[in-house]
T-cell receptor, first 113, second 114 residues
Framework: GENVEQHPSTLSVQEGDSAVIKCTYSDSASNYFPWYKQELGKGPQLIIDIRSNVGEKKDQRIAVTLNKTAKHFSLHITETQPEDSAVYFCAASIKGSQGNLIFGKGTKLSVKP | NAGVTQTPKFQVLKTGQSMTLQCAQDMNHNSMYWYRQDPGMGLRLIYYSASEGTTDKGEVPNGYNVSRLNKREFSLRLESAAPSQTSVYFC?????????????FGEGSRLTVL
């Protein structure tokens, strides 16, 4: 089955710097790659996603890149702010798997003012 | 719209006790899911229901049962709780049944088994 590896497990940056979180997946049939943000005491919330027919997607300060050949995808956050501090999860899903997502283990991002 | 509502938010059980976690969504979604979240383990799928009337096992189904009561509600039951089931449980739902779309999560239910 699908396996998703996420690195790093913790990341600390200064406010205004960029943050990059990387994930690899094992099943070449995976075609959907979302990123979720989880704030303390809350459920995860989708922040951006990408499908396998696209190489990059941006939404203001957040971008995701996908390399299908290497089977990895990354989350890029530019001009980080203290409110970006949270746990971020990547995930992967296979078409026809009835929406089942396999999640990475998470990255705790801390943005220092 | 409340989105996905889970009850209870906190529960303490003794080993061997049973309990049911309730989940309801008001977004007319077809698919519903139960995940557990443990430190350093991410989110792991316990059971899911792709549509009303169907349920299937996920990655870690042992020790749990589920019921899709109707389109809105999906419950998770622990028949005989064990300390290994101490975790935070999240219910989620999504509109699509066959392909993948955005999952909407509840705020979680923190369960401690002594």
């Amino acid at each position: 089955g699908e396996n998703v590896e996420q690195h790093p497990s913790t990341l600390s940056v200064q406010e205004g710097d960029s943050a990059v979180i990387k994930c690899t997946y094992s099943d070449s049939a995976s075609n959907y790659f979302p990123w979720y943000k989880q704030e303390l005491g809350k459920g995860p919330q989708l922040i951006i996603d990408i499908r396998s027919n696209v190489g990059e997607k941006k939404d203001q300060r957040i971008a995701v890149t996908l390399n299908k050949t290497a089977k990895h995808f990354s989350l890029h956050i530019t001009e980080t702010q203290p409110e970006d501090s949270a746990v971020y999860f990547c995930a992967a899903s296979i078409k026809g798997s009835q929406g089942n997502l396999i999640f990475g283990k998470g990255t705790k991002l801390s943005v220092k003012p | 719209n409340a989105g996905v509502t889970q009850t209870p938010k906190f529960q303490v059980l003794k080993t061997g006790q049973s309990m049911t976690l309730q989940c309801a969504q008001d977004m007319n979604h077809n698919s519903m899911y139960w995940y557990r979240q443990d430190p350093g383990m991410g989110l792991r799928l316990i059971y899911y229901s792709a549509s009303e009337g169907t349920t299937d096992k996920g990655e870690v189904p042992n020790g749990y049962n589920v019921s899709r009561l109707n389109k809105r509600e999906f419950s998770l039951r622990l028949e005989s709780a064990a300390p290994s089931q101490t975790s935070v449980y999240f219910c989620a739902s999504t509109r699509r049944g066959e392909d993948t779309g955005e999952l909407f999560f509840g705020e979680g239910s923190r369960l401690t088994v002594l």
